[in-house]
């Protein structure tokens, strides 16, 4: 449990402390604001969206440097929600969020493990 919120807060940091290297689009569709942020290589480091006043919303991806998926979130209006995932090495953890908290986590090994989209 301790692993998932450390790796929580890893993921939440990066968004505060991502590389200046972005992209913003304004979505006139969901009035949201898009972003794609990027690593020093060039390669995808996260995907989401913003509300107009600042608070994450919706899907948001993390990818490593080599461009490997590692993280799925969820936003509404800044807070965690829904199923997480977190993809370290050979294992896969879904974490579960109820009102910006921890609900549930379940952790599969590699071998029980379909793909990554």
Do not use: P
Not at 25 to 52: A, C, E, R
Request: hydrophobic residues 35%; aromatic residues 12%; glycine residues 6%.
């Amino acid at each position: 449990m301790k692993n998932i919120v450390l790796i929580a807060l890893i993921f939440c940091s990066a968004l505060a402390f991502a590389q200046q290297d972005r992209t913003l689009t304004h979505n006139k569709n969901t009035d949201l604001i898009d972003v794609v942020y990027y690593h020093d290589n060039g390669q995808i480091s996260q995907t989401g969206s913003y509300t107009l006043d600042g608070k994450l919303q919706g899907d948001w991806f993390s990818y490593d440097r080599d461009g490997n998926k590692i993280a799925a979130a969820k936003y509404n209006k800044g807070e965690k929600t829904g199923k997480w995932f977190f993809w370290e090495g050979n294992v896969l953890k879904e974490v579960d969020y109820s009102k910006n908290k921890i609900a549930n986590v379940v952790e599969w090994n590699k071998t029980n493990i379909a793909a990554r989209d």
